[in-house]
């Protein structure tokens, strides 16, 4: 960056970059750890049993439709589990960035965007149409077949169906949930009854046409509509959760490797982890289906929920921008640490901060009308030209998408096309850290990895200081958008994770906590959990 920045502009942007710091950092990882022992043991808000208590296998087999409801976009497509490789296992390892194809095949995936007309309508409009989307696919799967005209049913009476659903739900067993208030952007705020409104959605592409026509149909269409199978709901999950199970079963894990923790950065961010019954409110455990036969089971943390972000307001790390996102947004107050580190909302931290700054030196009048609108800078648009163009590409697109009320030339010099450029990459840096100083908090307060608290050094010298020479490999399994394609991101989260963990305690010398992509997590992830249960039911 150039010496041109005035004192008042570094003052400002210290806001955001005060706290990208190896103390802070731990400072903060091990107030998150406490904040989520404490919220795990009595919030009932916060750190959700799940039904799954158990682990895929690596040898689940079977056929089954995948449907991925994200904050974005919704997916659906077919998976066949392969079960155990015959040809030995494959092991964990940071420099293997794809999952192996042999133990799954996939077929007919589509994408839909999710319109914000769907977000906003009624309930039942937004699963109508997920059920349009499932028959469409179940449609062209059939229609794919080399099967004999004579077959009627070539994927059975009943389709099994596992879902992925990117949001805050209630359940008590893994076919069933209740989906809470979504957030993102949709207007859902009421208890729903999910398998209910899924199969709602589908059962009106299960009505028989007749071989007359009735009802209304195209004669074209008659055949295909009258020939879908039911579907039976065998798992309902979160996108964390999935991401989790997704890697678990893929690569079949070395003696000293194994997923501790599944991670979702896209349009929002959650964490999921395994987590023992007796550290949890007794509520929660009371709604598991056999309490008595389970140790531990895999938490939906809900990390970004009101309440998580305290350790970020006993820091001070909030800045007046995360602030006023907060409260302009569509739930002010829902989910604060959402709001300052994922993919729906750094593009506005981004403007709120160039706009104030640049206010503040030159005038408000000085601001391009495009600039001062809610939502004008996509991440997307941070993500794909600010964080990769060169400076005269960068300074076309910003007077392109931005231009002023007399010229964009006017407006867009080449100070603030760097002001620009620096905000986003010191907002794109925050998320990265305080994402990392979570993950850090997350497994300390399940015990798999430590972070020193006073005494704690004192109390260990009088005790056993045996270290184990193996290392032990605890992978993330993380999916999303923001920490797969925003440039930087990725690495910036593994560095700081990497340096906090050594940072935290010498305990943790044996440990490597690994960030591992668990590519298409949520898709795939829905089908092995409708593959697992018989184990979990």
């Keep these: 960056?150039?010496?041109?920045?005035?004192?008042?502009?570094?003052?400002?942007?210290?806001?955001?970059?005060?706290?990208?710091?190896?103390?802070?950092?731990?400072?903060?990882?091990?107030?998150f750890s406490d904040t989520y022992r404490d919220l795990a043991k009595h919030s009932v808000e916060h750190f959700l049993v799940t039904p799954v208590t158990a682990l895929p296998t690596g040898k689940e087999k079977g056929r089954f439709l995948s449907i991925d409801v994200g904050g974005t976009n919704l997916r659906v497509g077919f998976i066949e589990l392969l079960?155990?490789?015959e040809n030995g296992t494959t092991t964990f390892s940071a420099e293997v960035p794809k999952l192996p194809k042999s133990k799954i095949k996939r077929s007919h995936d589509r994408a839909w965007p999710i319109e914000d007309h769907l977000k906003m309508?009624?309930?039942?409009?937004?699963?109508?149409?997920?059920?349009?989307?499932?028959?469409?696919?179940i449609s062209d799967y059939l229609d794919d077949l080399h099967s004999s005209e004579s077959v009627?049913?070539?994927?059975?009476?009943?389709?099994?169906?596992?879902?992925?659903?990117?949001?805050?739900?209630?359940?008590?067993?893994?076919?069933?949930?209740?989906?809470?208030?979504?957030?993102?952007?949709?207007?859902?705020?009421?208890?729903?009854?999910?398998?209910?409104?899924?199969?709602?959605?589908?059962?009106?592409?299960?009505?028989?046409?007749?071989?007359?026509?009735?009802?209304?149909?195209?004669?074209?269409?008659?055949?295909?509509?009258?020939?879908?199978?039911?579907?039976?709901?065998?798992?309902?999950?979160?996108?964390?959760?999935?991401?989790?199970?997704?890697?678990?079963?893929?690569?079949?894990?070395?003696?000293?490797?194994?997923?501790?923790?599944?991670?979702?950065?896209?349009t929002g961010t959650n964490a999921t982890v395994p987590m023992n019954i007796e550290e949890l409110h007794p509520s929660k455990i009371k709604e598991l289906a056999n309490p008595e036969g389970v140790e531990t089971i895999v938490i939906n943390t809900e990390w970004t929920i009101r309440g998580t972000d305290k350790p970020l307001i006993d820091l001070n790390i909030k800045t007046k921008w995360d602030l006023e996102l907060d409260r302009n947004s569509d739930a002010p107050g829902f989910q604060p640490f959402e709001y300052m580190t994922s993919g729906r909302y750094l593009g506005e931290i981004v403007r709120l901060t160039f706009v104030d700054i640049v206010s503040q030196e030159a005038g408000q009048e000085t601001i391009p009308p495009s600039l001062t609108t809610r939502n004008a800078i996509p991440t997307r648009f941070l993500s794909e030209v600010v964080a990769r163009a060169d400076d005269e590409t960068l300074t076309a697109e910003l007077r392109k998408n931005y231009a002023s009320i007399k010229s964009s030339a006017e407006f867009w010099t080449p100070e603030r096309v760097e002001l620009?450029?620096?905000?986003?990459?010191?907002?794109?840096?925050?998320?990265?850290?305080?994402?990392?100083?979570?993950?850090?908090?997350?497994?300390?307060?399940?015990?798999?990895?430590?972070?020193?608290?006073?005494?704690?050094?004192?109390?260990?010298?009088?005790?056993?200081?045996?270290k184990d020479t193996k290392i032990e490999e605890l992978?993330?399994?993380?999916?999303?958008?923001?920490?797969?394609?925003?440039?930087e991101w990725l690495g910036t989260c593994q560095r700081w994770i990497d340096t906090l963990v050594r940072k935290a305690s010498s305990a943790n010398d044996s440990k490597r906590v690994v960030l591992q992509e668990a590519l298409d997590g949520g898709i795939i992830g829905a089908g092995v959990l409708a593959g697992m249960t018989d184990d979990i039911a």
């Excluded at 309508?121 to 696919?137: M, P, R, Y």
């Excluded at 008659?222 to 020939?227: D, L, M, P, T, V």
């Excluded at 620009?420 to 997350?442: D, H």
Aim: aromatic residues 6%; charged residues 20%.
């Design 83 to 85: 079960g155990e490789l």
């Design 475 to 487: 992978v993330v399994a993380y999916a999303g958008g923001t920490i797969s394609q925003y440039p």
């Design 1 to 31: 960056m150039s010496n041109n920045k005035s004192a008042f502009t570094k003052k400002e942007l210290s806001a955001l970059s005060d706290c990208i710091n190896g103390n802070t950092l731990l400072d903060l990882a091990t107030r």
């Design 420 to 466: 620009m450029t620096e905000i986003a990459y010191i907002v794109q840096q925050r998320s990265s850290a305080l994402i990392a100083a979570a993950c850090v908090g997350l497994l300390d307060s399940v015990h798999d990895i430590r972070i020193d608290r006073p005494g704690q050094i004192e109390a260990e010298k009088n005790g056993n200081t045996h």
């Design 121 to 137: 309508d009624q309930a039942e409009d937004l699963f109508s149409w997920i059920g349009d989307c499932i028959a469409e696919v």
């Design 152 to 266: 009627e049913s070539p994927l059975g009476d009943e389709l099994l169906l596992g879902i992925t659903f990117s949001f805050p739900m209630a359940q008590t067993c893994l076919s069933e949930a209740t989906l809470l208030p979504m957030g993102k952007g949709f207007a859902i705020t009421s208890d729903l009854d999910l398998k209910k409104m899924l199969l709602a959605g589908y059962a009106h592409h299960l009505v028989d046409s007749g071989v007359n026509g009735e009802n209304g149909h195209a004669p074209n269409k008659k055949r295909r509509i009258s020939r879908l199978p039911r579907i039976r709901i065998a798992a309902i999950t979160n996108d964390t959760v999935a991401t989790f199970a997704s890697l678990a079963y893929t690569v079949k894990a070395a003696p000293n490797s194994r997923v501790a923790m599944g991670l979702i950065v896209g």
